[in-house]
């Protein structure tokens, strides 16, 4: 259990990185709104311009590991300045795209350099606000939410007033204001990518974390993709069901920091098994009763709880001279859970459905309900290691 020195505190060094993570989630999740406009503009369908998506993740997927890698040897600070230079400039030849074509390659492009943002961000705020790890994590969740929640709203104001192209201008101030604040971060010299993942394989308490980030990010991802199904069918208009999905992301912005700083006190294990508890019961409550709000205050609670606190503990079980590779291990886990949670949820949700909804809504419940369990087992696995 750790104890404070001093209260945390807000300061340009964390600013540079919450602001690149703001940037990056800002950016896809307001790319969405304009992909109809972007399908009407280069004259294509829907299928088409989901590339401009699809293809952002593929490339951030598999440059998480080399350029973690790379940052070991040459840098850490280095490699997310160098990213997010690249990912601003990207982002202006990404509004003068002539075709569809050069759109998607340059968006494959700037998934590398998001890759250098996202997955460097949680290895280096660990290291700069060591005595407060689980606050400053907290502060991360908190800002993916709050980039989550302004991007579809900023989108749609973008494109309706200034055309699709504006969503690409915003990242350069942006990009430019955080690479300005982020020369004084604290570095992170690894040992290489195959010797970190040789000490990482070696180390049970850091693998049992990091499966439980996969089965956090496996719930959270089925949940959001049932719930619009399950709320649809009962007539709820799809305007009304974004205002409810909005109420986890908004726990999560505002008590993540909170919880991630009661973590810091109280034991990364102990919190973050408490919010798998919690993602347990409420997977089971809104399950078992059909009611979507005892699900979505639950589940925006046990988050909050959850991922600052987990993020910390895969962290600080990192092997020595494995931090730019956990970083990254960390990223991964966290996209391989939210493919895993959206196929799972989809296939399950696809093969009952016509049994009828609430049928398929307890049944998907269930299932969540257990991976939330089954996280909540791997810490309770990992807190009995010994390290």
Wanted: charged residues 10%; positive net charge; proline residues 4%.
């Amino acid at each position: 259990m750790m104890t404070e020195a001093a209260p945390p505190r807000m300061d340009l060094r964390l600013a540079a990185l919450l602001i690149g993570v703001i940037l990056s989630t800002v950016d896809s999740s307001a790319l969405n709104l304009a992909l109809p406009t972007l399908a009407a503009h280069f004259g294509t369908d829907a299928s088409a311009v989901q590339g401009a998506i699809s293809l952002y993740l593929v490339g951030s997927a598999l440059a998480f590991l080399p350029l973690s890698s790379i940052a070991g040897r040459i840098g850490t600070v280095r490699v997310y300045r160098i990213s997010l230079a690249t990912f601003a400039l990207i982002s202006q030849f990404l509004a003068f795209s002539p075709n569809l074509q050069t759109l998607l390659v340059l968006r494959f492009l700037q998934g590398i350099a998001g890759a250098g943002i996202v997955g460097l961000v949680p290895g280096m705020t660990a290291a700069t606000f060591r005595e407060h790890r689980g606050w400053a994590l907290g502060m991360v969740s908190g800002s993916v939410a709050a980039g989550t929640l302004i991007g579809p709203p900023l989108g749609g104001f973008l494109v309706e007033w200034l055309g699709w192209r504006s969503i690409f201008y915003i990242n350069l101030p942006f990009g430019l204001l955080a690479l300005l604040l982020s020369s004084r971060l604290t570095e992170l010299m690894g040992v290489g990518l195959v010797e970190g993942l040789r000490r990482i394989v070696r180390a049970p308490r850091f693998i049992l974390a990091l499966a439980s980030t996969v089965c956090f990010f496996i719930h959270s991802f089925g949940t959001n993709l049932i719930w619009p199904f399950y709320l649809e069918a009962g007539g709820m208009s799809p305007a009304k069901v974004g205002l409810f999905m909005l109420v986890p992301p908004v726990m999560l912005m505002v008590a993540g920091p909170s919880c991630g700083k009661m973590s810091d006190s109280r034991g990364y294990d102990r919190v973050s098994w408490l919010g798998s508890a919690v993602l347990m019961a409420a997977s089971l409550g809104q399950g078992l009763s059909g009611s979507v709000i005892i699900g979505l205050m639950g589940i925006g609670i046990g988050r909050a709880l959850f991922q600052a606190a987990n993020n910390a503990a895969v962290l600080s079980q990192a092997p020595e001279g494995t931090n730019t590779v956990a970083s990254g291990l960390l990223s991964i886990a966290r996209v391989s859970g939210q493919a895993l949670g959206s196929v799972l949820a989809g296939i399950l949700w696809g093969k009952l459905e016509h049994g009828g909804t609430s049928r398929a809504f307890l049944v998907v419940n269930l299932v969540m309900a257990a991976v939330a369990a089954l996280a909540g087992c791997l810490i309770i696995g990992r807190s009995r290691i010994k390290s």
